[in-house]
C-alpha cells in the first residue's frame, strides 16, 4: 500500500465514490460523527454521500432531530445520529472537557456551577422550548449566573458534553438548542466497552487507512484508549505499514481507483479526519498561489480522482450562489468535464441559481 492507495481506499469507505448510502441519516451513523462547524456546507458534505437530498431535506432532518448538531469528540460541532448521541458523549465528553479545562477554570465553571447552571437552562427548555444562545443567557442571568460571550459558550458547551442539551429547530436564520431527553425518543445505550469498540470501528470503516495518532487526533481518545478499542475489535480491522506509519482500515482489496471530481466543503471528513496521514490527500503538494487568501479564510478543496488540484468559494448573491474555482493544478479536459458535473449536483442541493467563475 502507498500514499495513493489509501487516498482511493477513503474515497470508497467515506462512500464519496462507489455505492452511495441511502440516506443522510446512515451518512452521519456511518461516521459515528461529522464535523459541522461550517453549518451551511456541512450540510453539503451529508448529502454529497447519498442521492436525491437537498438542502431543504437536510434541514428537516436537522429540524426534527434525526440529526444533531452539538459538540462532541472535539470542542467543535458535530453532526451525530440521535440514537448514537447518549454513548458518544459518555466516551469522548470527558476527553473534550480535559481540552475546555483552561476555560473552564477561568469562567469559574467547576461541576457544582455546572450542575446549577444545567439545572436552570434544562427547567427553560423544559416543554419543547427551543431557545438561542441569547435566550439562555437570558434564563442564567435571572438565575443568578450572567453569562455572555465565550464564558456563555462554555456554560452551554458543558450542557452539551453532559448530554443535557442539543440543537433544536432553526427559527429563520437563528441556531437553538433543545432539550435532549425531548429529542432523542430511543437513545442507544453501550457500556463503556461496547462503546469504544464501536467508535474503533466505525472510524476505522469510514476513515481508513488510518493511523492511532489519526483516531487520537479525531476523537480526543488518548492512544491508551484507542489500542484497547483495536483490541475489542480484533480482525475487524487490518493493519498495513505505509512510509513507517502502520495503518488500520477493514479487511479487503483495494477497490479499482475511479475517477470523480469534487467540491469538498473545507471541514469535510476526507480533510479534516487526519493528522499523521493527511498528506495521502496531498501527494503533489499543491498550494494556493502566494497572498491569495486572506489568513483563516475558509477554503474548501477541490479534489480530482482523490487529489488536492484547487480550492472553492461559495458566496451568497441575491437569490442564488457564486462559486469561486481556483485551480491550481492541472485537469484534463475529462476531469474538467467531471468537476462541471459535480458543480451542477451541488446546484441541484442548493436549489438555487449558481454562477461560476475560475480565476
Not at 449566573?145 to 458547551?157: E, R
Amino acid at each position: 500500500m502507498d500514499g495513493l492507495e489509501i487516498a482511493h481506499r477513503r474515497l470508497h469507505a467515506q462512500h464519496l465514490v462507489g455505492p452511495p448510502l441511502p440516506d443522510p441519516v446512515s451518512v452521519v451513523r456511518h461516521f459515528g460523527a461529522m464535523q459541522a462547524q461550517e453549518y451551511a456546507v456541512a450540510k453539503w458534505s451529508v448529502a454529497q454521500r447519498t442521492t436525491g437530498v437537498d438542502d431543504a431535506a437536510m434541514q428537516k432532518l436537522i429540524d426534527d432531530g434525526s440529526i444533531l448538531r452539538t459538540h462532541v469528540l472535539r470542542p467543535t460541532w458535530h453532526f451525530v445520529a440521535a440514537e448514537d448521541l447518549g454513548w458518544l458523549q459518555a466516551l469522548t465528553g470527558p476527553r473534550v472537557q480535559v481540552f475546555n479545562r483552561y476555560y473552564n477554570r477561568q469562567h469559574g465553571l467547576d461541576d457544582e456551577v455546572a450542575a446549577r447552571t444545567n439545572k436552570l437552562i434544562a427547567g427553560a427548555l423544559r416543554g419543547g422550548n427551543h431557545l438561542t444562545r441569547v435566550e439562555v443567557g437570558e434564563v442564567l442571568a435571572a438565575g443568578g449566573f450572567p453569562a455572555t460571550g465565550n464564558k456563555l459558550a462554555y456554560v452551554v458547551m458543558r450542557a452539551e458534553l453532559d448530554g443535557v442539551v442539543a440543537n433544536g429547530a432553526m427559527r429563520g436564520r437563528q441556531h437553538t438548542y433543545a432539550l435532549v431527553e425531548e429529542r432523542v425518543a430511543a437513545a442507544r445505550a453501550l457500556d463503556p466497552d461496547a462503546a469504544l469498540a464501536e467508535l474503533t470501528l466505525r472510524y476505522f470503516t469510514a476513515h481508513g487507512p488510518a493511523t492511532i495518532r489519526d483516531f487520537v487526533w479525531w476523537s480526543s481518545l488518548t492512544a491508551t484508549q484507542i489500542r484497547r478499542g483495536l483490541d475489542l475489535v480484533g480482525d475487524a480491522v487490518a493493519c498495513d505499514v505505509v512510509e513507517g506509519r502502520t495503518v488500520w482500515f477493514r479487511p479487503g482489496a483495494a477497490p479499482p481507483p475511479r475517477p470523480s471530481a469534487l467540491l469538498l466543503q473545507g471541514y469535510d471528513e476526507y480533510v479534516v479526519a487526519f493528522s499523521d496521514t493527511k498528506f495521502a490527500f496531498n501527494l503533489g503538494g499543491g498550494s494556493p498561489a502566494p497572498g491569495r487568501y486572506p489568513e483563516n479564510s475558509m477554503m474548501h478543496p477541490i479534489a480530482v480522482d482523490s487529489q488536492l488540484v484547487g480550492f472553492w468559494r461559495r458566496t451568497v448573491k441575491g437569490r442564488g450562489l457564486a462559486l469561486e474555482l481556483d485551480l491550481f493544478g492541472h485537469i484534463t479536459a475529462a476531469q474538467r468535464r467531471a468537476l462541471d458535473k459535480e458543480i451542477e449536483r451541488y446546484g441541484a442541493y442548493a436549489g438555487v441559481p449558481l454562477t461560476v467563475t475560475t480565476v
